[in-house]
């Protein structure tokens, strides 16, 4: 029943690796955003994609690299992991039948860099 | 100046008390208002949305809008130990445009 549902929840990974995050929403909507909050608790939108396409990349190094393979998915994948990449990770969904900005989040992926 | 601006508190009430949880923003361009929950180790969730300015409840809660002050304000009654969580306000000034968060202010209700 779960919404907006991503993996892995835990990941603690050495610097320099490859990972993968992945996300899938039931909620049949069509925009879908990863956003980082950092260990001061700021929630800062970095993708957004609307219908598979990109609408919003916010300066996020070229590191991250979204990919949308339907508009049901938005997976983030991170190349070369630094220290400073080290958050939680949430993807989220909006409608876009509603007045407003509604968004509906995740349960969050906590990436540690070690 | 952060275009939002919200004391990260924490903030502690005794049970029953009634909480009020602010921010402040800079962009005048803002009309869609929003209250996020997020309770520890899980994601936010939408509590209230308010468009422009006035007022709206929702059973405990009330949020108000002041866009002459650029103030937005979130009260919870009779507040429950349940209710301890963070509380993030977010705005946008158009429909599809970026929402921005402010920081969040930690509520912690003791019984």
């Known amino acids: 029943d779960t919404a907006v549902s991503q993996t892995p929840k835990y990941l603690v990974t050495q610097m320099g690796n490859d990972k993968s995050i992945k996300c899938e929403q039931n909620?049949?909507?069509?925009?879908m955003y990863w956003y980082k909050q950092d260990s001061k608790k700021f929630l800062k939108i970095m993708f957004s994609?609307?219908?598979?396409?990109?609408?919003i990349n916010e300066t996020v190094p070229n590191r991250f690299s979204p990919k949308s393979p339907d508009k049901a998915h938005l997976n983030l994948h991170i190349n070369s992991l630094e220290l400073g990449d080290s958050a939680v990770y949430f993807c989220?969904?909006?409608?876009?039948?509603?007045?407003?900005?509604?968004?509906?989040f995740g349960e969050g992926s906590w990436l540690t860099v070690v | 100046q952060k275009e939002v601006e919200q004391d990260p508190g924490p903030l502690s009430v005794p049970e029953g008390a009634i909480v009020s949880l602010n921010c402040t923003y800079s962009?005048?361009?803002?009309?869609?208002f929003m209250w996020y929950r997020q309770y520890s180790r899980k994601g936010p969730e939408l509590l209230m949305y308010?468009?422009?300015?006035g007022n709206k409840e929702d059973g405990r809660f009330t949020a108000q809008v002041d866009k002459s002050s650029k103030y937005i304000s979130l009260f919870i009654r009779d507040s429950q130990p349940s209710d301890s969580a963070t509380y993030l306000c977010?705005?946008?000034?158009?429909?599809?445009?970026?929402?921005?968060f402010g920081k969040g202010t930690r509520l912690h209700i003791l019984p």
């Open positions: 989220a969904s909006s409608p876009r039948d509603v007045p407003g900005n509604t968004i509906y």
């Open positions: 909620l049949g909507h069509d925009t």
């Open positions: 994609y609307n219908n598979k396409e990109l609408i």
């Open positions: 962009n005048s361009a803002f009309q869609y």
């Open positions: 308010t468009y422009s300015s």
């Open positions: 977010a705005m946008s000034a158009n429909r599809d445009d970026k929402i921005i």
